[in-house]
Nanobody
């Protein structure tokens, strides 16, 4: 069955960096757009970035220039490099599979917690 497993979260100081990974299995990874979405405490879901199987990316203005999405189709893995982290980046970070390429996500990982605090 489809599985998405995020890792790489943790506690980091403001200005620091973290790299998240999402290991995918149970489907043809290189046939799907993949995305990163986060949920901050007490807030709704916030789309961050997505990447087509061919490499085209889209990134939210709120994190553009600080967060970079990438993927390794040979390893069935999605990544999110996060730099210059701010306390407001504290959230649970999810990877998600885009069912259609139009932002409809049918499978989600369990999430990895990122906490930015001094």
């Amino acid at each position: 069955q489809v599985q998405l497993v995020e890792s790489g979260g943790g506690l980091v100081q403001p200005g620091g960096s973290l790299s998240l990974s999402c290991a995918a299995s149970g489907f043809t990874f290189n046939s799907h757009y993949m995305a990163w979405v986060r949920q901050a405490p007490g807030k709704g879901l916030e789309w961050l970035s997505d990447m087509a199987n061919g490499g085209k990316t889209n990134t939210a203005d709120s994190v553009k220039g600080r967060f970079t999405i990438s993927r390794d189709n040979a390893k069935n893995t999605l990544y999110l490099q996060m730099n210059s982290l701010k306390p407001e980046d504290t959230a649970l970070y999810y990877c998600a599979r885009d069912m259609t390429g139009w932002g409809i996500y049918d499978y989600w990982g369990q999430g990895t917690q990122v906490t930015v605090s001094s």
